[in-house]
């Protein structure tokens, strides 16, 4: 089974802190996902990266930035964190598309 | 219009019953096509591929019309476990190498005694 871990399950953080969230998975998966998940919004796209050292933007990163040094860890930064940034963040991996992808247990987030 | 649009339910069905979710999406450029499940306060877990013949696993069947653009997820004989919110989802091409898959805000289902 593909696993994608999630450094924490829980966060507070206070406002104007750099916030790190890391995901690493063991599959060697080529692509590495960072999703928000807010009620009534579903899962929305932050940032994601099909290869090491690439990334590309996704429907909303702004506040946000990403590190991709190796290929099993993919992490999302929060520069200076906002109260609009309490979330859950969820991170996937993925390899050929007719898989799918697998999700870490997700990161909440809260910036007070 | 957004990209992949679902009715967010609730459903409340009884068990035993019948209950059929669809999905509509908007790029008909979109190449593949999935279910997912989600439990209350977790992660989503890959349910089902969508395939254009038509695919069922076990008391699920996914149908899928390009010419409509419409994705469907049918859950017979339904069970209390079945209760989660079921997330259509859509894989699509996002740059020349890179793709991303869209998720609709997902259909809550409650079965019930």
């Known amino acids: 089974d593909v696993k994608v871990t999630q450094s924490s399950r829980y966060l507070v953080k206070r406002t104007g802190e750099k916030v790190f969230l890391e995901c690493v998975q063991d599959?060697?998966?080529?692509?590495m996902f960072w999703y928000r998940q807010d009620p009534g919004l579903g899962l929305r796209l932050i940032y994601f990266?099909?290869?090491?050292?690439?990334?590309e933007k996704g429907d909303i990163p702004e506040g946000y930035s990403v590190s991709r040094e190796k290929k099993e860890r993919f992490s999302l930064i929060l520069e200076s964190a906002s109260t609009n940034q309490t979330s859950m963040y969820l991170c996937?991996?993925?390899?050929?598309?007719?898989?799918?992808?697998?999700f870490g247990s997700g990161t909440r987030l809260t910036v007070v | 219009r957004k990209e992949v649009e679902q009715d967010p339910g609730p459903f409340n069905v009884p068990e035993g019953a019948t209950v059929a979710f669809n999905c509509t999406y908007s790029?008909?450029?979109?190449?593949?096509f999935f279910w997912y499940r989600q439990d209350c306060r977790k992660e989503p877990k890959l349910l089902m591929s969508?395939?254009?013949s038509g695919n069922e696993d076990g008391r699920f069947t996914a149908q899928l019309n390009r010419a409509s653009q419409y994705i469907s997820l049918l859950i017979r004989d339904s069970k209390l476990s079945d209760s989660a919110t079921y997330l259509c989802?859509?894989?699509?091409?996002?740059?020349?190498?890179?793709?991303?898959?869209?998720f609709g805000t997902g259909t809550r289902l409650q079965v019930t005694l």
């Open positions: 996937a991996s993925g390899g050929q598309e007719i898989y799918g992808y697998t």
């Open positions: 599959m060697d998966h080529e692509n």
């Open positions: 990266s099909y290869d090491v050292k690439m990334k």
């Open positions: 790029n008909s450029a979109s190449q593949s």
């Open positions: 969508v395939y254009s």
């Open positions: 989802v859509v894989w699509e091409s996002y740059t020349g190498t890179a793709s991303k898959l869209t």
